[in-house]
């Protein structure tokens, strides 16, 4: 196996932290590179749902995020669960009919699948989770095999590791300009604080930022704009247990004293230029209608961040072979694929060899 002499991994979210981490650990010398901290970026302001339920629009992309989900559990058992996996499964319903025949549509498919899905009734869920308020007779989708993800301890877990193992971090810094040499291919890269490294691959998993990484080395890299805005909210006792999709909004605990709240719905009025303190009125008004013990919560925190999801929807990963050197590791859903696409990226940046589940997947659908 060619082990590269060095890789610098620009972008320390859950992408690249898993993408070092199984470098490191196979001898690689690896440099992270984060313009922030790591998990400080999209990774800690993402719903940060482990799942494949939501991922049908593509056999193959299902695929990958059922294989995302074992690599979870796998990983868990390599590095400990503590703080960071929580598979308590997800629940899902709606109160729109319309929806309501899709969901039950959708539960179908999956199950012919082989994909876990039960379908219960309100009345039966709430024995599961007593602080929900729902109809007793709702058809409710429970995937008992998925889970949630505490995305910022992950990505401690997983560059203290490496560092331990010899990698470096650098955190605080951009990276400004990435050299090849006369053959095209990756020789260095120019960080915003003046220092300059000798590298001999990069790997691009910048999220909102990769379009811009790719541009340094002139590839063109189209990325959707699809800003989403998450609060987290405080309360003395967190009411619920797993990861949920009620009407209108979803819910999740975040560890401690915390809960997670996101909706697509109140993502559609960014851009009409609502407050972003507003957007948080809004979410914890919906939840409290779902969960009513909400109602003496404390909106802690509110970010709006930007998802990265390439044009197609669909992840960019693997090499670029037109920049021998460069690859990519861009997606959104970076919580359930971080690990399998940190474990087959390495594997292909180690070994020249191209995995299967990465097939619809690879950077060349777009031309540079």
Known sequence: ?????????????????????????????????????????????????????????????????????????????????????????????????????????????????????????????RRLEPALTMPGEVPVVFYPDEAWVHGRQLVGR??????????????????????????GSIRRVTLSDGSCLDVDIVVNAAGPSASHVAGLIGRHLPMRREPGVVTRIDCAQVPVRRAMHAPHIEIRPDGGAS?????????????????????????????????????????AQTRVAHRPIPTDGFPSVGAVPSVPGYYEAVSHSGITLGPVIGRLLAWEILSGTRDELLADFRPERFPS
């Open 1 to 125: 196996m060619k082990r590269p002499e060095r890789v610098a991994v620009i972008g320390v979210g859950i992408l690249g932290a898993s993408v070092g981490w199984n470098l490191s650990r196979q001898g690689a010398e690896v440099v992270f590179i984060d313009a922030g901290r790591p998990g400080e970026g999209v990774t800690n302001w993402s719903f940060s749902w482990v799942n494949a339920s939501n991922k049908t629009a593509r056999k193959s992309y299902f695929d990958l995020n059922v294989a995302g989900m074992a690599a979870h559990r796998e990983l868990a058992r390599a590095i400990g669960p503590d703080s960071w996996w929580y598979p308590s499964g997800h629940l899902r319903w709606t109160d729109d009919p319309a929806a309501q025949m899709k969901l039950l549509e959708t539960a179908g498919v999956l199950a012919s699948w082989d994909y876990r899905v039960e379908v219960c009734t309100g009345a039966e869920v």
């Open 158 to 183: 997983l560059v203290g590791q490496a560092v331990a193992s010899g990698a470096e971090l650098r955190s605080g810094t951009a990276v400004c300009e990435v050299g090849t040499g006369a053959d």
């Open 259 to 299: 809960v997670v709240l996101h909706s697509r719905e109140i993502d559609a009025l960014i851009d009409t230029g609502e407050d972003p303190a507003e957007l948080a009125r809004l979410l914890l008004e919906s939840a409290r209608r779902v969960v009513p013990e909400l109602g003496n919560s404390r909106i």
